[in-house]
């Protein structure tokens, strides 16, 4: 896997405004610790972090791609598939491209929705979710100074 300086906080922090201000869904991160909110919520999860856009390790174009994933837990089924419908219609947007643009993230997929709860009676809350490739840059910065004057000698 090549080093990556990804600063994935920025994909956490830009979910997270963008469903509470379209949904009113208050997001929190898979296994993230603390106390989990009462449904209806949202859980985000990086599943796969980085995923190379091709076979070469040293592409040196910064681009790549990864998977992250979306439940909605609410306390009925019917309501949770509501709610994943609209998150899923959020991320098409414009205002979700537009901020998606400023921020240098593509939505390449978007895959199925999916019951993601396991049947037991005392089960409190419903999941329902689907996850997104998305098409990140990471933007390396050298400790070079730039070069500002060049001088040409003639022969």
């Known amino acids: 896997m090549a080093a990556v300086n990804f600063d994935y906080e920025v994909l ?41 856009l091709n076979y070469l390790e040293d592409d040196s174009s910064g681009a790549f791609e990864c998977v992250v994933s979306f439940t909605v837990y609410d306390l009925s089924k019917v309501s949770a598939l509501s709610k994943a419908g609209e998150l899923r219609k959020m991320l098409d947007s414009i205002n979700t491209l537009d901020r998606f643009k400023e921020i240098n993230i593509v939505l390449v997929e978007k895959m199925p929705t999916q019951i993601r709860y396991v049947q037991e009676n005392n089960q409190i809350a419903k999941m329902v979710g689907f996850d997104c490739r998305l098409r990140l840059h990471d ?17």
């Open 12 to 52: 956490y922090k830009t979910f997270s405004k963008l469903i509470y201000d379209y949904i009113g869904l208050t997001m929190i991160e898979l296994n993230g610790g603390g106390v989990q909110p009462k449904p209806p919520f949202c859980v985000f999860d990086i599943i796969s972090p980085y995923i190379p």
């Open 139 to 155: 933007v390396a910065v050298d400790d070079v100074e730039p070069i500002t004057d060049i001088k040409l000698k003639e022969m």
